[in-house]
């Protein structure tokens, strides 16, 4: 049973899952066979998810000898019932969904009363709802559609509603367009991956034709859109990040997060281009939206939102912040990633502040399971050594820093840049830097030289 996948479905179960699953299965609507529910019983249990089939079957069927077909069986059942019960529970926590299949029960079974004051009710509610997302538009076509099925169905004679559904239509697809414009254009960046466009230059060009930025969703993703794809022009950027404020009780949780993580893309490539002031943009939309749960989910903070949030903070010099930061948020990383980050971001901060003695110590021995992570703490170490002046420790360093570079597969971006960090931190040791002429022509190299992420780090050593 070790590689069955029915045992990945369980162990993805909370322990309230469980218990609701357990229940589910007594159900006799749901299933009306007792040895289903005594599979479950003994395999939901870890310590007996390591039982063998035939040790399963004997406890399930101890007067029986073993059929490896009744067991397959069983499992199928077993599998199938828990797939129909994580089916229901994710209808149940989507109340959109649930109100848009109910009117579709009443219209396919004949029920007009029903339907149109269910229509109503939805449509109201809805309405009362500051929710005007792209879910909210998406929900008023469907609904539309229902009732247009409704009017054709019983041939009734009535104004149809096809101007309401194609502008509800309409809606979802251009800000469902936008929004996948934005996380190719985010990925494009990062990945140096082209991807074509479509229809995307028309659906701009009708946006402003037909003045829709009058619609605030369609306006947030506008210039969401327009600020990741024009990084050197500052206004789009600032509609973004003030849509973020107003249209928030417009959009879930969810959406907000996915926003600001977008803006932050944004920050990000900017400040890799060179341009220092979106430092401060970024590490502004880090504090807002983490002190008000936007980039938090399940309570939970991501090691690449937790380490960039202060990476931020420190190029600031936000010490005081930083620190702080740095144990208040500990706790919200998830427990395998917590002690390898806290350790991490501790280090920078303390080499941020020149405290050597105490920055090196956590970096021993630090591993991640990321390869990315792993050369971003040799990176470190690399520049603890040299300004510490430790050029032994430097030296073996060096070497297999390279031999991991050489040794991993990464995409040829990183591994040009790490190497030549590597290398200009070696010509930094080996050259003479009272010799003006070759202290000059280094500094050239390091000028010139690309993909590199610590040029900074590197010209400063030559001050």
Request: some cysteine.
């Amino acid at each position: 049973m070790k590689t069955n996948k029915l045992l990945f479905l369980l162990q993805s179960l909370s322990e309230k899952e469980q218990k609701a699953f357990a229940g589910w299965l007594k159900g006799p609507c749901h299933n009306k066979r007792q040895d289903v529910l005594r599979l479950y019983s003994l395999i939901k249990r870890k310590d007996e998810q390591a039982m063998t089939k035939e040790e399963l079957f004997g406890l399930i069927y101890p007067e029986r000898s073993y059929s490896d077909v009744m067991m397959r069986q069983l499992i199928h059942l077993l599998q199938k019932a828990l797939q129909q019960f994580l089916v229901f529970e994710q209808l149940l926590r989507n109340e959109q969904q649930m109100e848009l299949e109910l009117t579709r029960i009443y219209r396919q079974r004949k029920l007009d009363g029903l339907f149109h004051k269910h229509l109503r009710a939805v449509r109201r509610k809805r309405q009362q709802s500051p929710l005007r997302n792209n879910n909210y538009y998406q929900l008023q076509y469907q609904l539309h559609l229902e009732e247009f099925a409704a009017i054709s169905e019983n041939r009734r004679s009535i104004p149809v509603n096809l101007q309401e559904m194609g502008e509800a239509l309409e809606i979802n697809f251009i800000v469902s367009k936008l929004l996948h414009s934005c996380h190719a254009l985010s990925h494009q960046n990062v990945y140096k991956t082209e991807y074509q466009p479509g229809l995307l230059d028309k659906i701009l060009e009708y946006i402003e034709e037909q003045q829709l930025l009058k619609i605030p969703i369609i306006q947030l993703y506008y210039h969401c859109y327009k600020a990741l794809s024009a990084s050197n022009n500052n206004s789009h950027f600032t509609q973004l990040k003030q849509l973020l404020i107003t249209t928030k009780a417009q959009l879930e949780a969810k959406e907000i997060r996915e926003l600001y993580l977008l803006a932050l893309n944004h920050c990000i490539r900017a400040i890799n281009q060179g341009s220092q002031k979106y430092l401060r943009e970024a590490f502004e939309l880090y504090r807002l939206g983490i002190a008000q749960d936007f980039l938090i989910n399940d309570g939970k903070l991501t090691p690449f939102t937790y380490r960039n949030a202060i990476t931020a903070g420190l190029n600031l010099k936000e010490f005081d912040w930083v620190y702080q930061f740095i144990h208040d948020y500990k706790d919200a990383l998830d427990i395998q990633f917590r002690e390898n980050n806290f350790q991490y971001c501790l280090a920078k901060y303390y080499y941020e502040q020149k405290i050597f003695e105490q920055a090196s110590p956590l970096l021993h021995n630090l591993k991640f399971e990321d390869t990315i992570s792993n050369l971003a703490v040799r990176t470190l170490q690399l520049k603890i050594y040299f300004e510490n002046g430790d050029y032994d420790l430097l030296e073996a360093l060096l070497g297999s820093f390279k031999a991991f570079v050489r040794r991993h597969k990464l995409i040829s971006y990183h591994k040009e840049n790490y190497l030549n960090i590597i290398q200009l931190t070696q010509r930094l040791v080996t050259t003479n830097l009272f010799d003006r002429e070759k202290k000059k022509g280094l500094k050239a190299e390091i000028e010139a030289l690309q993909p590199l992420t610590e040029r900074d780090w590197l010209l400063e050593q030559l001050r």
